[in-house]
């Protein structure tokens, strides 16, 4: 049997504290030896919500039909529109309430500039 080294588990609510109960009191991220938060400003994470609504709008995703047929072909301000709608409806209150909440708990929190690139690194003692 294949035991491998090392195991990378990606996901929004790994380091959520709120599947935990008196009878269970273990978080999923107590299995883990390491963890990593990737953190961006707000405005940022709009900017990138609405470049990619636009360019899954316009050319659809890999192997599947366009998902978004009403913006097809549409031009920068709808893609914008929806983009900061989605943003705003779903991502940013999902930010604010389950995301966020969990940062401090990572043992490294890379925060990542407008360009993508890491502007800042903090690790925590271990």
């Avoid at 049997?1 to 929004?12: A, F, K, R, W």
């Avoid at 707000?42 to 978004?68: K, Y």
């Avoid at 709608?85 to 925060?111: C, F, M, V, W, Y």
């Amino acid at each position: 049997m294949c035991q491998p080294d090392i195991v990378i588990v990606e996901g929004l609510n790994v380091l959520q504290t709120s599947a935990a109960t008196a009878e269970s009191p273990l978080f999923v991220s107590d299995f883990f030896d390491f963890s990593i938060y990737v953190d961006a400003d707000t405005d940022d994470i709009e900017q990138w919500s609405r470049r990619t609504v636009l360019h899954v709008a316009r050319n659809g995703l890999p192997g599947q039909a366009l998902v978004l047929p009403t913006l097809c072909g549409a031009d920068r301000r709808a893609g914008d529109g929806h983009g900061q709608q989605h943003l705003g409806a779903i991502n940013e209150k999902n930010l604010i309430e389950n995301i966020l909440p969990t940062r401090e708990r990572a043992d490294l929190i890379l925060h990542k500039g407008h360009d993508h690139r890491v502007t800042q690194v903090k690790l925590r003692r271990l």
